[in-house]
T-cell receptor, first 117, second 116 residues
Framework: AQKITQTQPGMFVQEKEAVTLDCTYD???????LFWYKQPSSGEMIFLIY??????QNATEGRYSLNFQKARKSANLVISASQLGDSAMYFC??????????????FGKGTKLSVKP | GAGVSQTPSNKVTEKGKYVELRCDPI?????LYWYRQSLGQGPEFLIY????????DSGLPNDRFFAVRPEGSVSTLKIQRTERGDSAVYLC??????????????FGPGTRLTVT
């Protein structure tokens, strides 16, 4: 079973509008972290925002916010006031936090966001 | 400060050859990760180092793949007898600690490997 599911292969948004990118996750670990990364056409993965499983409030970083619904196991990324430079692939990822050596990120397949002028 | 660097940026090799990909993490980062990203997919975990030792190599697809980090900083991913299916972008990432969920991973620009 997929641990991270991103159901939107591609999304379009008008410049200056807000857009929501969907992400659902699956884990039995009570301790985990959720991450969003941006990957422009240059290829580098850029960290955007983090949400811990025990965090009471939704994470926000500038124009990025994470709509965390723990019971639904969803962690949607909201980008407000879209800019042309936001056009990129966006990946949702999870890191399970059980004790031990497991530290890798598990990524979804990504959503390609295109911002229209 | 300097980010994660990876060399070479591109590597073209013939089927059956041996290749080495290098990753230089951010100074002071104890955790180092290798991922592989095929076209149109998200990165897939290969191996994770905590210091000099491989803490988790469960993502390595087979025994043709091997990675080392002898001094706890630079790491080399080694692929023997390359196959066309190994063609992908190999990403390296580092972070401060490997066992905490809060520490983000900083990624390098990747090495694009093409096996002909």
């Amino acid at each position: 079973a997929q641990k991270i599911t991103q159901t939107q292969p591609g999304m379009f948004v008008q410049e200056k509008e807000a857009v929501t990118l969907d992400c659902t996750y699956d884990t039995s670990d009570p301790s985990y972290g959720l991450f969003w990364y941006k990957q422009p056409s240059s290829g580098e993965m850029i960290f955007l925002i983090y949400q811990g499983s025990y965090d009471q409030q939704n994470a926000t970083e500038g124009r990025y916010s994470l709509n965390f619904q723990k019971a639904r196991k969803s962690a949607n990324l909201v980008i407000s006031a879209s800019q042309l430079g936001d056009s990129a692939m966006y990946f949702c990822a999870m890191r399970e936090g059980r004790t031990g050596s497991q530290g890798n990120l598990i990524f979804g397949k990504g959503t390609k966001l295109s911002v229209k002028p | 400060g300097a980010g994660v660097s990876q060399t070479p940026s591109n590597k073209v090799t013939e089927k059956g050859k041996y290749v080495e990909l290098r990753c230089d993490p951010i100074s002071g980062h104890t955790a180092l990760y290798w991922y592989r990203q095929s076209l149109g997919q998200g990165p897939e975990f290969l191996i994770y180092f905590q210091g000099t030792g491989a803490a988790d190599d469960s993502g390595l697809p087979n025994d043709r793949f091997f990675a080392v980090r002898p001094e706890g900083s630079v790491s080399t991913l080694k692929i023997q007898r390359t196959e066309r299916g190994d063609s992908a972008v190999y990403l390296c990432a580092s972070s401060l600690l490997g066992q905490m969920t809060t520490y983000e991973q900083y990624f390098g620009p990747g090495t694009r490997l093409t096996v002909t």
